[in-house]
């Protein structure tokens, strides 16, 4: 149900964040990009503004993580070198989902469709915080938590900002073709 | 039993013994219990239970399955063994899908 919010905050962002201008963009425009990107995400997930923290020479697999005690965002700066923006919104997708858990598991934030859903994928995600393990794979992977960041990241990027960026396109050769 | 049976058990355990033995060598940290587990879940899957071997016998990881540099021996330079161990059966199964997750890892996952 909440994939399709998801969804229209990805087709949001679209009109925001031109993939062909971040392509073109010099290293410092492409950080005012990435930021922007993560206040739009932050305002479509109901989470107060906070500065995106860049982390540099931090090894490349390590695409970002998002700290439960200072409730801060981080992004490693690498991926703003890409040419296709896809992995730097993934993870501020990602990362930005796992403060809107915490903000729900603490009662800060509403539970949204709460009416008809009710509380289990919260009280799931409370259990699952007490899980996380630190030597094995399998349980990180398949934890609740992780299991609904991955699909948060897909819902907004892949179905919501690059389905509109295809749509777009499509609307242009349509123009085009006129 | 047979000595087919025989002597897949004899394999098996002796494959179990090495790859504790690597294991708690390179994971110092690691407790007997999870030794254990990790060892149990690798060597459940086949396929898995080959490269762990192979890295009990040599200290290395190969470097296929690969997307974009990122591969088991790359992973073992970075993170625990047991994290990279008890990924082996997904890694060779969905290698995408399963460097994503090590591209948003748990915080006590790095060496």
Known sequence: MEAKDLKLVGRGLRPRFDPAAWQRASPAQRERMAR???DYIRAGYDLRP???RLARGQPEIL????????KEVTVNASLLRRDDPTAVLNALAHENRHAVQQERVEGV???PYEDRIGKGEVTTWTEAARRYTRNEYMDYHYNPLEVDAREAATSLVDEGFWAEHRRLLEERVAEAGR | MSDASRSRDDRL???RQRLQSRLRAAQPALDEEEVRRVVARVLADPPARELAVAWADSGEMPAEPDVEGLN????IALFKPSVVLTALPDLLRDPARTLETFRHPSPGWRR
């Open chain 1, 109 to 111: 934030q509403p539970i």
């Open chain 2, 13 to 15: 355990r002796d494959d």
């Open chain 1, 36 to 38: 922007a990107a993560h």
């Open chain 1, 50 to 52: 906070q500065e995106l």
């Open chain 2, 72 to 75: 088991p021996a790359t992973l």
């Open chain 1, 63 to 70: 695409h970002g993580d998002f700290d439960p005690l200072t």
